[in-house]
């Protein structure tokens, strides 16, 4: 693993083949990073959250997934108030 720079936090919403939602989740949460992965009912099959400074490399991990058909990623933005 290489370090892509400073830590950023994600959400990588999940679409998943049919009956694969249980098994992707549990897969999900052993990569490292990976806070939580739930199983969710909507558009999208499982959700993860995700904190890390490897990014690119956990999103590939989540493609390396059986049953993974394809991924949303949402990075959370930090605002600063003064």
Known sequence: M???GYPLE???LIKT???QLWDVANEATKIEGVEYAKAVAG???VVVHAKTTK?????????GIKGVES???QI???AKFE
Do not use: C, Q
């Open 43 to 45: 558009r999208y099959d």
């Open 10 to 12: 994600a959400i990588i």
């Open 76 to 78: 959370a933005l930090e």
């Open 55 to 63: 990014l690119s490399w956990v999103i590939a991990r989540i493609h």
């Open 71 to 73: 991924t949303e990623t």
């Open 17 to 19: 083949k049919l009956g």
């Open 2 to 4: 290489t370090e892509e």
